[in-house]
């Protein structure tokens, strides 16, 4: 059984930092992208970032090129989005998800989600 899981998210101060994490397991990712997306209270699910496992490629939004990183640990499954100088505007829901490298749509399993607050 594929799983997703998802920690790391909760309230941060305006300016603060968080690491998400994704342990994923049930199955071999290594052809797969690893993304993680967001989606903000009354707007649609938005791509934030994406590396291939391999770790050749990556990709970040506008929006947090600069602020967000995305990496993996190949030997813990995991992959990770370290969030620095946080705004109020990236309150969401964070979503790991496996498949191809930023289309929402082309995703073959999602987690569950964590809670992202920021608060000034």
């Known amino acids: 059984q594929v799983q997703l899981v998802e920690s790391g998210g909760g309230f941060v101060q305006v300016g603060g930092s968080l690491r998400l994490s994704c342990v994923a397991s049930?199955?071999?990712?290594?052809?797969?992208?690893m993304n993680w997306f967001r989606q903000r209270p009354g707007k649609e699910r938005e791509f934030v970032a994406g590396i291939r496992w391999s770790g050749s490629s990556l990709d970040y939004a506008d929006s947090v090129k600069g602020r967000f990183t995305i990496s993996r640990d190949v030997g813990k499954n995991t992959v990770y989005l370290e969030m620095n100088s946080l705004k109020r505007e990236d309150t969401a829901i964070y979503y790991c998800s496996a498949g191809g490298l930023g289309a929402w749509t082309n995703q073959d399993y999602w987690g569950h989600g964590t809670q992202v607050t920021v608060s000034s």
């Open positions: 049930g199955r071999t990712f290594s052809n797969y992208a």
